[in-house]
């Protein structure tokens, strides 16, 4: 079973910075793309950012210029820097896991951490 585990979410004033990790299984994460999501209270999970294998990232338009994701394989740990951050960028995150085995792909998330941003 393919564990995820987020840290690094709390409570900051709108303007702050936060960053986020995910610590993912060591045998795969070099290979698997990795992402974020969120859900802000009320509303969808929907798609912050990913970053492929080979290290393309791609972000939803509302955190472009503001979210930088980037991994460490050596650590097997996906970063989500957020920065200028927002009291609409309040959600729970989730880290996200994309992968393959014998073309069959496989799908994990993590359990979510939550992110205020209020004054």
Request: neutral net charge; glycine residues 10%.
């Given at each position: 079973?393919v564990?995820?585990?987020?840290?690094g979410?709390g409570?900051?004033?709108p303007g702050?910075?936060?960053?986020l990790?995910?610590?993912?299984?060591?045998?795969?994460?070099?290979?698997?793309?990795?992402g974020?999501?969120?859900?802000?209270?009320?509303k969808?999970r929907?798609?912050?950012?990913t970053?492929?294998?080979?290290?393309?990232?791609?972000?939803v338009?509302?955190?472009k210029?503001?979210f930088t994701?980037s991994?460490?394989?050596?650590?097997s740990t996906?970063?989500?820097?957020?920065?200028?951050?927002?009291p609409?960028?309040?959600?729970?995150?989730?880290?996200?896991?994309?992968?393959?085995?014998?073309g069959?792909?496989?799908?994990?998330?993590?359990?979510?951490?939550?992110?205020?941003?209020?004054?």
């Open positions: 079973q564990q995820l585990e987020e840290s979410g409570l900051v004033q702050g910075s936060l960053r990790s995910c610590a993912g299984p060591g045998s795969i994460f070099s290979i698997a793309a990795m974020w999501y969120r859900q802000p209270p009320g969808q929907e798609l912050v950012a970053i492929t294998s080979g290290g393309m990232t791609n972000y338009d509302s955190v210029g503001r994701i991994r460490d394989n050596a650590k996906v970063y989500l820097q957020m920065d200028s951050l927002k609409e960028d309040t959600a729970v995150y989730y880290c996200n896991l994309k992968w393959s085995i014998l069959a792909p496989r799908e994990y998330w993590g359990k979510g951490t939550l992110v205020t941003v209020s004054s």
